[in-house]
């Protein structure tokens, strides 16, 4: 029962740390106390988009005319919509468990116990280990609402099964979770309140698109309270009711459902994280370095514990820079370059510097951006929708921020992110040939 390296939890840190280490010649053991894929794969980023897609295509389907195509009748079945779902990620989860078997990875299921640095325990096992990866994940935070536990609402979890359609539905924080299931919920008909205590949608990502985004969406029907600060809830047979107040004075929203999604948080409880006594940050996340060592020797940590961007992709990089430092390989983490993107309908995507955080960090900047209709391929396949292309430029002319509103921005902000990481100026960036013609092609005209 002793392996090189043991690692807690199997979501996109977890199950990288595993096969990359079992790549690299080490014996692996990874606990996973629920499934292999973590919240990611199982209840987040593939489920999510799995249902979006599907309104996407009932939507595309519902404006066919506007391509010159007709369709008579556009219908969807929802039962058949969340049967989809799960088959894909069924598919997912085999496939993360046939890669981690054939590099040799011992799976374990159950709960983890860590007893020192070097033991731990799951269920009746003692195993040892030479290093520890710790990639626990985030839960859903609930903020303690007056009346919040008399209140039957939904966590994103519960909206992902769901086979019937409320008649309305308010959502509490317009962050990334709830504006994609405001999106889905939009598309197939359902009547929808977003209730956000910020000024805006979507912090973190840059204020002027998320701003079009909201209209766009307001256009559609979805309704915003914005500065807006849920008081109490209660349930009535009504449904759902939202008690708020904002500049405006008081008020209340009532729903059929109420969608509880004001963030996550990373989880620190429930594995004996407390016996390492690892140094950590301010706001409670494990403090670790560019190579994700923490201030134990031989105990690493990735993902959402680190609590710096609670994203799957940066979860998956920072375990592959945790393995290398394990097998002796030089290489560091850079946070330069980590693309956010929110999978509505059109996508917000973003890299790098926002208007906002350069100002904050005092950042000289340049702003240059265009509508998307610069791109002939986005013209083609967009009739009568535009969107936007925003990127920031520091005094030397390097790139140091991009933001797209637009379809399919999920797909292109990486050619910016690369731009940011390797640290191009515009003007070697626009040296870079696009293909023609492709919805990229915009970062090579806005420059």
Known sequence: MKYQVIIIGGGPAGYTAAEAAGKGGLSVLLIEKNSLGGVCLNEGCIPTKTLLYSAKTYDSAKHASKYAVNIPEVSFDLPKIIARKSKVVRKLVLGVKAKLTANNVTIVSGEAQIIDKNTVRCGEEIYEGENLILC???????????GVDAVNYWTH????????????????????????????????????????????????????????????????????????????????????????????????????????????????????????????????????????QTSVPDVYVCGDLTGFSLLAHTAVREAEVAVHSILGKEDAMSYRAIPGVVYTNPEIAGVGETEESASTKGINYQVIKLPMAYSGRFVAENEGVNGVCKVLLDEQQRVIGAHVLGNPASEIITLAGTAIELGLTAAQWKKIVFPHPTVGEIFREVL
């Open 136 to 146: 626990t994940g985030s839960e859903t935070f609930i903020p303690p609402i007056p």
């Open 157 to 292: 979890r519960d909206a992902l099964d769901s086979k019937e359609l409320p008649a309305s539905l308010a959502i509490v924080g317009g962050g990334v979770i709830g504006m994609e299931f405001a999106s889905f919920f939009n598309s197939l008909g359902v009547q929808v309140a977003v209730v956000e205590m910020m000024d805006e949608i979507l912090g973190g990502m840059d204020k002027e698109l998320s701003a079009l985004l909201r209209a766009e969406y307001a256009k559609r029907g979805i309704k915003f309270l914005l500065g807006t600060k849920v008081v109490d809830l209660s349930q009535t047979g009504e449904g759902a009711v939202v008690s708020y107040e904002n500049a405006e004075g008081n008020g209340s929203v009532i729903a059929e459902k109420l969608l509880m999604s004001v963030g996550r948080r990373p989880v620190t409880k429930g594995f004996g994280l407390e016996n390492l006594n690892l140094e950590q940050t301010e706001r409670g996340a494990i403090r670790v370095n560019e190579k994700m």
